[in-house]
């Protein structure tokens, strides 16, 4: 099993920076692929952004430039570094970790943490 933690949200002005971080405890194996998702107000849960054990990223067009996600495998800890925030990035935002089976993947996931952007 896997737990994650996300810590790092908050309130900011529209413009402003922050850096999100997802703590994993339990076995990290290096077919474990990791990704953040948010979930807006109102809406459905998206992908933003995941990367892979060996570092390959990929990023959903709206915040390409703006995010930059990172992991160091050593700590088990993912991150995610936000700027330029704008209000509509204001959601909970989720760490994921899929681990890939002949199943298919198995996911896991964090609580959430609130990210709130104010004009």
């Known amino acids: 099993q896997v737990q994650l933690v996300e810590s790092g949200g908050g309130l900011v002005q529209a413009g402003g920076s922050l850096r999100l971080s997802c703590t994993a405890s339990?076995?990290?194996?290096?077919?474990?692929?990791m990704a953040w998702y948010r979930q807006p107000p109102g809406k459905s849960r998206e992908l933003l952004t995941s990367i892979t054990y060996g570092g390959k990223t990929w990023y959903e067009s709206d915040v390409n430039g703006r995010f930059t996600i990172s992991r160091d495998n050593a700590k088990n800890t993912m991150y995610l570094d936000m700027s330029y925030l704008q209000p509509w990035d204001t959601a909970v935002y989720y760490c994921?970790?899929?681990?890939?089976?002949?199943?298919?993947?198995?996911?896991?996931w964090g609580q959430g943490t609130q990210v709130t952007v104010s004009s």
């Open positions: 994921n970790l899929a681990r890939q089976s002949s199943g298919g993947p198995i996911n896991f």
């Open positions: 339990g076995r990290i194996f290096s077919i474990d692929d």
